[in-house]
């Protein structure tokens, strides 16, 4: 079984960055995919970003899109999610999760694998 731990959140100002880091252990994370979630207060988790085992192909909601990076260092079993222009609105908890297998999933349900959360907060 693997076993994540995000890191990296914190208090930002509006239009600035931050790097989200997802560490296994366990399982080497190259057998999985690898997704990041976030969940504001009294909302749904949503999906925010995926990347495939090999780093192939990328994932991203229309609500990142252009503004996150998700990235993988598999020799150091680790994901991460660079994020530049933060909105008010990206103010979540984030989590990282991952589920073996070749596919990309964008949805809850499919993947296995959670941490914890980190927090992200971003001051207007």
């Known amino acids: 079984q693997v076993h994540l731990v995000e890191s990296g959140g914190g208090l930002v100002q509006a239009g600035g960055s931050l790097r989200l880091s997802c560490a296994a252990s366990?399982?080497?994370?190259?057998?999985?995919?690898v997704g990041w979630f976030r969940q504001a207060p009294g909302k749904e988790r949503e999906f925010a970003a995926a990347?495939?085992?090999?780093?192939?192909?990328?994932l991203y909601a229309d609500s990142v899109k252009g503004r996150f990076t998700i990235s993988r260092d598999n020799a150091k079993n680790t994901v991460y999610l660079q994020m530049n222009s933060l909105k008010p609105e990206d103010t979540s908890v984030y989590y990282c999760?991952?589920?073996?297998?070749?596919?990309?999933?964008?949805?809850?349900?499919?993947?296995?694998?959670w941490g914890q959360g980190t927090q992200v907060t971003v001051s207007s």
């Open positions: 990347i495939s085992r090999s780093a192939g192909t990328t």
């Open positions: 366990g399982r080497t994370l190259s057998s999985y995919a």
């Open positions: 999760a991952a589920v073996a297998g070749p596919n990309l999933p964008s949805t809850v349900s499919e993947y296995a694998h």
